[in-house]
């Protein structure tokens, strides 16, 4: 039987929501979640909770994330210094900017960066100093749909030996897009020997997101979302990639003791299904589980244990509300479904998800970070949420940091001198550079 979930309203989100409310009104009766798209910087550009097929065609809308009452903050120019609740005081400081609406980043061997940019460039950041030229050999990237691009990037454990990288992608195809995963070599300017490796097999999974994480018995997990509008039914369908987590060998092939494997109806790489959209994937240091966070609607968005072959019941159940108001589904458990680790509501679009296991941070040793897009539909509250375990692997408390800077967070990384290192994303999921201006970010302990 599944523990129950422990579901907090936050009183600072909530002080938030009361004192920073858009001067733009919503339209009482907003389009659907399958007509929510980005249809141009001069109309409404939702966040990734909103669908990404291509816009059909209608009247702009008015912008649903304003917060007028919230004024943006640039970033520091000098290094900052907060306090926390654990008396852990901290630095937080620019690495390097000049990022154009960047996804993910994994760490090199020699301490550099690897980071994506959804447009569709991978970029190299190196002594603090990103690189004016971006990384060649990218596959080409479909950029049709608001939520598509360039997305997650991870080093080969063995990197040091075969220098490989992988990248999580929209691929164009006949019919609109789908997503892939590539591997290559590293050479430095270069990647060579580029291919994909893994396509997932519907065409209808244009918008979906994706993130990758290594395991230590050496398997790839890769979660596919795009779980929208008249595709949701397909997340609870084992033969399709929508709306799952996947479990892959590093050459992108189905490890034969996956839980589906061998299966009629089902396809060998899914290692867990009924997912929406999953913005973070972690892999525990110590029990080796993997954890990923997804997106709902409008409130409920989750951290889930991922079990093999387990389903995690979206749309079936969901403590999420339609864009428009309703509850997705008027009960929130069944019997045979996953009930969520964590649920935020409001929801925080969560981004990137690690477990710190560090020595910098003995207080924090075992905590789980999540990245945090906005709270509540309210542009500029962003932050990175740190979860405190208890020893059973159950939520004890939440903190919010870096809430000052007012920035999204797109993705969260614990780098190889053991501090974490945060990536803020742009604003929105535009294709204007002017706007996708973001930074890599570290954060150290103030002794």
Do not use: C
């Not at 195809?173 to 396509?199: C, N, Q």
């Not at 889930?304 to 428009?324: A, K, Q, T």
């Not at 999204?408 to 190889?416: A, E, K, L, N, T």
């Amino acid at each position: 039987m599944n523990r129950p979930v422990a579901v907090l309203l936050f009183s600072t989100a909530l002080a938030m929501l009361s004192t920073a409310a858009p001067s733009a009104g919503q339209p009482a009766a907003p389009p659907t979640e399958a007509a929510r798209t980005e249809t141009g910087p001069a109309e409404q550009q939702p966040t990734e909770q909103a669908d990404g097929r291509e816009p059909a065609e209608q009247q702009p809308e008015p912008e649903p994330f304003a917060a007028d009452g919230i004024p943006p903050v640039p970033l520091p120019g000098e290094p900052v210094i907060y306090d926390t609740a654990q008396r852990q005081r901290i630095r937080v400081s620019v690495v390097a900017d000049g990022l154009t609406y960047p996804w993910g980043f994994a760490f090199l061997p020699d301490g550099s960066v690897l980071v994506t940019e959804r447009l569709g460039t991978l970029r190299r950041i190196r002594d603090g100093v990103l690189d004016p030229t971006p990384i060649a050999g990218i596959p080409d990237v479909s950029l049709q749909g608001q939520l598509e691009g360039l997305m997650d990037v991870a080093v080969h454990p063995d990197f040091s030996q075969n220098r490989l990288v992988y990248l999580t992608y929209s691929k164009p195809t006949e019919t609109g897009s789908t997503v892939a995963l590539a591997r290559g070599r590293f050479e430095g300017a270069a990647l060579s020997e580029v291919r994909d490796v893994f396509v997932a097999d519907d065409t209808e999974m244009t918008g979906g997101a994706s993130r990758l994480a290594f395991a230590p018995d050496g398997s790839l997990y890769m979660t596919l979302g795009g779980a929208f509008g008249g595709r949701r039914p397909l997340a609870q369908d084992p033969a399709s990639h929508v709306g799952k987590v996947l479990r892959l060998r590093d050459d992108g092939t189905a490890p034969h003791d996956n839980p589906f494997a061998g299966r009629d109806g089902a396809l060998p790489e899914v290692y867990s299904l009924g997912h929406r959209n999953p913005m973070g994937l972690a892999v525990h240091p110590e029990t080796g589980e993997v954890w990923a966070s997804e997106h709902a609607p409008m409130g409920g968005d989750e951290v889930n244990r991922i079990l093999p072959g387990r389903n995690y019941g979206w749309p079936v159940v969901s403590y999420s509300r339609e864009y428009y108001g309703p509850r997705v589904s008027e009960r929130p458990w069944q019997e045979d479904m996953e009930q969520p680790e964590i649920v935020w509501i409001p929801s925080i679009a969560p981004s990137g998800l690690v477990f710190y296991s560090g020595d910098r941070f003995p207080a924090w040793r075992g905590d789980l970070f999540a990245g945090s897009l906005m709270t509540g539909r309210i542009d500029r509250t962003g932050h990175l949420e740190r979860i405190e375990l208890n020893r059973q692997g159950m939520e004890e408390r939440r903190e919010w940091l870096l809430a000052d800077l007012r920035q999204r967070i797109r993705d969260v990384d614990q780098g190889p001198d053991g501090l974490l290192y945060v990536l803020t994303g742009g604003s929105f999921l535009g294709r204007d550079p002017e706007h996708g201006a973001a930074a890599l970010l570290r954060i150290e302990p103030v002794d």
